[in-house]
């Protein structure tokens, strides 16, 4: 059988499409896990890391969530010999935030579906976790990418938050209440638990937003089926909404 030639316009269609089906396949290779940490029963102040490696196909931004918990506490020689700029090109990615050093706020953390099955990946040595994922079209922006906006993170997980617990809010001018998950040593290194009750001044909140700190009577439970909404302050510290 004799085929024509190819026009040029079919020439750049199938390129086209072959450039697009690359594209959907970009993500960071997964590896053999070898590293593991005892988490303990309470994890209040538990550090650890997280990296965020963004990917474009078509019109689709995809923000993969990779965190250290349960394989390591982010080993700090490791973390800041890392090079964002160098994951970037080796992953062919459209950007990688470094999300870390964190620690937890919440007393214990369980995960379900893909987010309790993640993959497994190594950046320099520190193997990480498949945690989350963040999809936004082009145009909307990334993750982090603003602070006191939601950020919609594709995940199931339930936090518990023990009775006795000091928690931090932050309440919209509309009534959304956001709960944080954890602070963060990015923006301020020198940032440590016994600092969050009096951060509210320094949170540089928009007009009509509050924050308050208070005690828990009972255990609370803040759960994410599929879908949670969260926020990040000046500080980086990120807060998960609590009301629908």
């Known amino acids: 059988m004799i085929y024509p030639k190819l026009t040029f316009v079919t020439a750049a269609l199938l390129a086209s499409c072959a450039a697009s089906v690359q594209a959907e396949d970009k993500t960071v290779p997964e590896v053999t896990r070898t590293q593991f940490a005892e988490v303990p029963t309470d994890i209040r102040n538990y550090r650890y890391c997280e990296i965020i490696p963004i990917f474009r196909t078509r019109l689709q ?59 497994v990946v190594d950046f320099g040595g520190i193997e990480m976790v498949w945690a989350a994922e963040i999809v936004t079209r082009i145009g909307q922006g990334t993750v982090g990418g603003s602070v006191y906006q939601e950020n919609e993170v594709q995940r199931f997980t339930t936090f518990t938050y023990s009775a006795g ?80």
Not at 69 to 97: H, V
């Open 165 to 244: 617990a000091e928690v931090y809010e932050l309440t919209s001018p509309e009534g959304g209440v956001y709960r944080m998950q954890s602070y963060a040593q990015i923006v301020d290194p020198t940032l440590t638990i016994d600092d969050l009750s009096d951060i509210g001044p320094r949170l540089q909140l928009p007009e009509g937003w509050t924050f308050a700190v208070r005690v828990l009577d009972e255990d609370e439970f803040l759960i994410a089926t599929g879908l949670a909404f969260v926020i990040n302050d000046v500080l980086g510290n990120s807060y998960q909404r609590v009301n629908p």
């Open 61 to 119: 931004i995809t923000a993969e969530v990779y965190n250290t918990i349960g394989l390591n506490e982010c080993p700090a020689d490791l973390w800041d010999a890392l090079d964002p700029e160098e994951l970037k090109t080796s992953y062919d990615a459209m950007d990688i935030k470094m999300n870390g050093p964190r620690y937890w706020t919440i007393n214990a953390i369980k995960g379900e579906g893909k987010t309790a099955e993640g993959k």
